[in-house]
C-alpha cells in the first residue's frame, strides 16, 4: 500500500467519524432503533407463535434451531463489517463485482449495521429462542407427564443447551467473521445486490 492510499484510508476514516459525531446523531439513531426493534420483534414473535400453534415437538425443535442460527448469522455479519477493510471492495468495485458497492456502503455505515447485526437482531432472536425454549419445556412435560424435580432437570437441560448452543456457535462465529470479514461481506453484498436498483 503507498503513502496515498494510506492517505486516502484516513482521510475518508476522519469524514466517517465527523459525520459520526454530529449532534443529534446518536440520539436520532436510538430512536430508530427502538422502533425497528419493536417493530421487528413483534413480527418474529409473531411468525414464531403462528409456526408453533399445534405444532409437534419437531417443529418446536426445528424453529428453536431457526431463531439460535438466525442470531449466529446476523452476529457474524455484525463483527465481519467491523472488521472489514474498504480496499479490496474498491478493487472489486472498479471491476463492477457484484456486491461490492452494497458491500462499501455496509462498511462506510459498520456503526450502525453491526447494532442492528448484534443488539437488534441478535437479542431478539435471543428472546425468542427463550420462549421456544419455555414451550418445548411445557411440551415435554406434558407428554412424560413430569412433576416436581424432573420439570426443573428438564427446564435446567434445555436451558443449559439454548445457552451453550447460541455462545458457542457466536463464540465460533466470531473467529470465522475477523478472519474471513472480506468473504463474509461479500456474500451479504451479492445477497443485498439482488434486490438492488443499483445492478453495477
Known amino acids: 500500500?503507498?503513502?496515498?492510499?494510506?492517505?486516502?484510508?484516513?482521510?475518508?476514516?476522519?469524514?466517517?467519524?465527523?459525520?459520526e459525531k454530529k449532534p443529534g446523531n446518536g440520539m436520532k439513531w436510538a430512536v430508530q432503533v427502538f422502533f425497528l426493534s419493536v417493530a421487528l420483534s413483534g413480527a418474529m414473535s409473531f411468525a414464531s407463535e403462528e409456526a408453533l400453534d399445534g405444532a409437534g415437538l419437531a417443529v418446536?425443535?426445528?424453529?428453536?434451531?431457526s431463531f439460535i442460527l438466525l442470531g449466529i448469522l446476523f452476529d457474524i455479519i455484525g463483527v465481519a463489517v467491523t472488521a472489514a477493510d474498504e480496499r479490496p471492495f474498491h478493487s472489486m468495485?472498479?471491476?463492477?463485482?457484484?456486491?461490492?458497492r452494497q458491500a462499501?456502503?455496509?462498511?462506510?455505515?459498520?456503526?450502525?449495521?453491526?447494532?442492528?447485526?448484534?443488539?437488534?437482531?441478535?437479542?431478539?432472536?435471543?428472546?425468542?429462542?427463550?420462549?421456544t425454549a419455555a414451550v418445548i419445556v411445557v411440551r415435554l412435560q406434558a407428554r412424560f407427564a413430569l412433576t416436581g424435580v424432573?420439570?426443573?432437570v428438564l427446564t435446567l437441560v434445555i436451558t443449559a443447551l439454548v445457552s451453550g448452543l447460541t455462545?458457542?456457535?457466536?463464540?465460533?462465529?466470531?473467529?470465522?467473521?475477523?478472519?474471513?470479514?472480506?468473504?463474509?461481506?461479500?456474500?451479504?453484498?451479492?445477497?443485498?445486490?439482488?434486490?438492488?436498483?443499483?445492478?453495477?
Open 1 to 19: 500500500m503507498d503513502a496515498g492510499d494510506s492517505k486516502g484510508g484516513k482521510k475518508r476514516q476522519q469524514k466517517r467519524a465527523k459525520r
Open 60 to 65: 418446536a425443535f426445528a424453529v428453536l434451531a
Open 93 to 100: 468495485a472498479a471491476h463492477k463485482a457484484p456486491g461490492a
Open 104 to 131: 462499501l456502503r455496509l462498511i462506510r455505515k459498520a456503526n450502525k449495521v453491526s447494532s442492528f447485526c448484534n443488539d437488534v437482531v441478535g437479542d431478539i432472536c435471543g428472546i425468542i429462542s427463550g420462549s
Open 150 to 152: 424432573w420439570t426443573l
Open 167 to 200: 455462545i458457542g456457535g457466536k463464540a465460533a462465529g466470531k473467529t470465522f467473521a475477523i478472519e474471513k470479514s472480506t468473504t463474509v461481506l461479500h456474500l451479504v453484498g451479492r445477497f443485498l445486490h439482488l434486490f438492488s436498483k443499483d445492478k453495477r
